[in-house]
């Protein structure tokens, strides 16, 4: 049913965790439906320094928001922003079509946390001034 | 993660069956040598006739029925219930067009009886309590002079709960409606008798008694009728026509014969590998639950639940360490909806998402129980660490207990 990538990265999901003090988070889906994803940003410069995600979810939810933080990683927020629910399964060989829409919200989480830095960054300036 | 291993346990014997070797042994003559047709004159179709009239009378004997003629071969349990439902319903139309059911059914009965709204039936689902078990008082509320009759699972294959049949069709019976019960996950396991228990219409299933797939029996006590779902060449009575399927009948009735037999050891050697199952997989992992009636319960049955973790992926992580079971969650279905059955006695979307059933059978062994006893923690606790749902103490006592 699933590549060896998707298996690979639910096997090994690549930074799992969360961020103690994170610049960013983001979190997509809900229990009910059987998905739900965190997912934390740490910004240095514009750039993605870290990312940690933490999932509950079936195998292709796990293995995309492990798959969409090794994509972020390193990543300018205007480069990171690019990545789409399409370009993750892309990269993980793609994905059964059940899958496609109610387990590939990892990125869809990343955007979320950028955003949430985003309007931190804001607020914090809006106090500056 | 634990590196993959070589060993297979196969836990999902209510998917499927291994068919006996005995069974098959039994089923070949007729389809090499014996290959009439029963509704042929000649020595050779009279062969297969006979054939399956002693098919008829082992398949009679199993649930204790009056006569072999009561007995309705079929392709399987999926179009017995449905000649049952559709049947009774449609023959006692003038009676009246109400239908009772429970919210356990497999879903040959949901929707079945979800078909006959269309045709202008009232179908009414009736609720169970947190076990599964039916509620006979919303029985008693619901059933009328309308109703002729009233489908109740004998034992959910899911969740394993058995339904007391025998008080369900005195109800039933104080009404003059018909019973018709789904005995597919039962049959073979446990004892039935059609008529101890006043059972009108019973589902079986060959696979699930270690038969060939494809093949099944409807029970029709005598004097209960239901017109025909099939048309043609007036087979079974009438009431199913097409050319029997001579080698799978005499496998569904050697199964049958088997079933009779071995079903009481049987039965005894699966309850304690399930109980030992259970506790293996409640005792030492937190927030750990069972599905369904701890006593009332299929010998083969084991379905679990875990918070803050989703089936699929425990289902995946098993898979990887040679472990094939079963999950209540919607990922592994083709809807989007987690197990109706799950939601029927109660649980929340997440808990159904969260269940793991296991089915046990003939060649499982306590070997096979302890490895997948001793490898479920350490999968809960891996798919807890990667949950943002678990709690903060929950993850302390996952740490402290590894």
């Given amino acids: 049913m699933y590549s060896d990538k998707v298996m690979d990265h639910f096997k090994n999901p690549r930074n799992m965790g969360e961020i103690s003090n994170p610049d960013g988070v983001g979190t997509v889906g809900n229990p009910v439906c059987g998905d739900l994803m965190t997912m934390y940003i740490k910004v240095n410069n514009n750039r993605i320094e870290d990312v940690k995600f933490k999932t509950f979810g079936c195998g292709a939810a796990i293995a995309t928001s492990s798959m969409t933080t090794e994509l972020a990683k390193g990543k300018t927020i205007e480069e990171a922003l690019t990545i789409s629910r399409s370009s993750v399964a892309e990269s993980l060989g793609g994905l059964p079509p059940v899958k496609m829409h109610c387990s590939n919200l990892a990125a869809d989480a990343l955007h979320a946390a950028i955003k949430d830095y985003q309007e931190k960054r804001e607020k914090k300036k809006e106090v500056r001034k | ?402």
Avoid: W
């Fill in chain 2, 1 to 402: 993660m634990v590196a993959q291993e070589t060993r297979r346990v196969y836990m999902d014997y209510s998917a499927g069956k291994p068919v006996d070797l005995r069974v098959v042994k039994e089923m070949l003559p007729y389809m090499e040598s014996s290959h009439g047709n029963p509704s042929s004159l000649y020595t050779f179709g009279q062969e297969a006739k006979r054939a399956l009239d002693e098919s008829r009378a082992k398949v009679a004997k199993l649930i204790n029925a009056e006569k072999p003629e009561t007995i309705i071969f079929t392709s399987g349990a999926t179009e017995s219930n449905n000649l049952a439902i559709k049947g009774a319903a449609n023959r006692n139309k003038a009676q009246g067009t109400k239908i009772l059911t429970s919210s356990v059914e497999h879903m040959s009965v949901v929707n079945t009886c979800k078909s006959l709204v269309k045709e202008g039936f009232q179908t009414v689902f009736l609720p169970v309590d947190e076990f599964g078990l039916l509620d006979l008082e919303k029985l008693e509320e619901e059933i009328d002079g309308e109703t002729t009759l009233v489908s109740v699972v004998y034992a959910n294959g899911e969740i394993g709960t058995i339904q007391p049949i025998k008080a369900i069709s005195q109800i039933v019976h104080a009404k003059n409606a018909f019973l018709h019960v789904d005995a597919t996950a039962a049959c073979g396991q446990v004892p039935i008798d059609v008529n101890i228990e006043g059972i009108d219409l019973l589902t079986i299933s060959s696979n699930d008694m270690y038969g060939p797939k494809g093949v099944g029996a409807l029970y029709l006590k005598d004097g209960v009728h239901v017109a025909p779902i099939l048309h043609g060449g007036g087979q079974e009575r009438g009431l199913r026509s097409g050319t029997e399927n001579v080698p799978g009948i005499v496998g569904l009735a050697k199964a049958a014969e088997i079933a009779q037999n071995e079903m009481q050891a049987e039965s005894k050697r699966l309850t304690i590998l399930r109980d030992s199952l259970i506790h293996g997989l409640l005792d030492p992992i937190p927030s750990s639950f069972l599905n369904g009636h701890p006593t009332m319960r299929l010998p083969d049955n084991v379905s679990v639940r875990y918070s803050f973790i989703e089936g699929e992926s425990i289902l995946l992580s098993l898979d990887l360490m040679g472990v094939y079971a079963s999950s209540g969650s919607a990922c592994t279905a083709k809807t989007l909806q987690p197990s109706h059955v799950l939601l029927a006695i109660g649980l929340k979307h997440e808990e159904a998402h969260g269940s793991l059933m296991l089915t046990l059978g003939k060649q499982t062994t306590q070997e096979d129980v302890d490895y997948v006893k001793n490898l479920m923690p350490s999968v809960v606790e891996r798919l807890r660490k990667i949950s943002p749902l678990t709690p903060k103490e929950l993850k302390k006592e996952c740490i402290r207990t590894k």
